[in-house]
């Protein structure tokens, strides 16, 4: 490692832990702030950097950044490999990342401040602010699963509420996600051809039929993504423009946003091993539309405006003195929704996983899972992360966040669970 890429780091780490001084703690979530917090252990943290060396090193991961910060304070940051390995430019610590499905807590914030301001309620009827949601109707999957000339298509039980959207009960589903008849009528449905921004793609998936009934079963998908036109209908702005009146500039998140510069922020962006083709196809995709603000998947940040973000949700949603969601929005963003009594089945698409509720664009560890020994974590636990290995969780009883920016769609669900790991093992008991 180079003087002058040591000395970023810790350059990028002062401004870390400036950031988070001036953050007023909070006891909202009941986290603890006492001496029985155990601190992580030195010698077990080197085993995420010795992990990590060896991924880059064995040319299974182009690179990465590492975050954790406990207290308010980062007690481990550290950029591995490169950004680029066909330019060997190096990983720093304000690399950008593409951060796909880690967009959707931070428009589900956004949705929650409506809710707060009374714009909005997790009640409302979707077609109330989309109306072409009053005339969908629910596939009923044909006998022979391919023969979509045999599917037949039948009224909701109930019409798709924000609250669905939300916590995806939509039957708003992912093209690659579900029965082959409802992934191939996705595909026929051309989602992603020419130019569109929100109202127009939106428009295009309320002519398919949804995967399940609302409310029956959770399944991942653009749900999120009719949320932000959802926004969008609401303000009057695009979601862009709320989201960086909102919450980027109060924030700080001087980096995050939807569409980069492309001379004087795209050689920041961290790309795929050459490869990764499924994800290069995907940021194809993404980076072809500028114009489609995707509160799903389209927004580009780094560890360090994460990191806030993620800090105000571990203060209850609070940061610098500023209040971004009252204490009742953010417990409700942060509670189990599909839980025992909500109706709401799950299968082999739960990504959630063992152990983990979901709340508001957010998983939530309820309870210590069915695995034996349970996965590591805290009851409490707030997490998610996306297609391209990007990960977070915020931990109130350890007043601890952690994050892994990364490009990999090919390694990703090796690489998660692993260092989800070691960082817990760094605070375990010996």
Known sequence: MSRRYDRGIHIA???????????????????????????????????????????????RLPGAVVLIQQHRKPVYL????????????????????????????????????????????????????????????????????????????????????????????????????????????????HLFDGKFDNKAF????????????????WRYGHSTDVLGRVIEVITGKTLYQFEKERI?????????????DPETERTRLAEPLPSDTILIEGERDRRAHPEWESGGGGLVSTVTDYARFAQMLLNGGELG?????????????????????????????????DGFGYGYGIAVRTDPGIAKPPPPGSIGELKWDSGSGTYFGVDPKLDMIYILLEQTQTERQRITPAFRKLVYDAFAAD
Not at 202 to 217: D, E, F, I
Not at 248 to 260: C, S, W
């Open 78 to 189: 550290k950029a591995f490999g490169y950004r680029d390995v066909t330019t060997k430019s190096p990983m720093r610590p304000d690399t950008l990342f593409a951060l796909h499905s880690m967009s959707k807590p931070i428009t589900n914030t956004a949705a929650m401040m409506l809710v707060d301001e009374g714009r909005l309620s997790p009640q409302d009827p979707l077609s109330k602010y989309i109306p072409a949601f009053a005339d969908v109707k629910v596939g009923i999957e044909p006998p022979n699963d391919n023969e979509v000339s045999d599917l037949k298509l039948v009224p909701p039980i109930r019409p798709i509420t924000v609250e669905d959207l939300m916590r995806h009960t939509s039957g708003i589903t992912y093209e690659y996600i579900g029965a082959n008849w409802i992934q191939r009528l996705y595909h026929e449905g």
């Open 321 to 353: 003195g500023k209040r971004y969601l009252s204490p009742a929005a953010f417990k409700d963003m942060t509670t189990d929704h599909i839980g025992p009594g909500s109706g709401v089945g799950r299968d082999y698409w739960y990504f959630p996983g």
């Open 13 to 59: 780490a002062r401004m870390l832990r400036a950031a988070a001084i001036g953050c007023l703690a909070s006891v909202t979530i009941g986290a603890a702030r006492g001496a029985d917090i155990p601190a992580p252990s030195p010698d077990k943290l080197e085993r995420i950097t010795e992990f990590f060396n060896n991924e880059v090193n064995s040319g």
């Open 202 to 217: 939106v428009a295009r998936l309320a002519k398919l039929p949804l995967s399940r009934q609302p409310g029956t079963l």
């Open 248 to 260: 980027f500039d109060p924030m700080q998140l001087k980096d995050t946003k939807f569409v980069l």
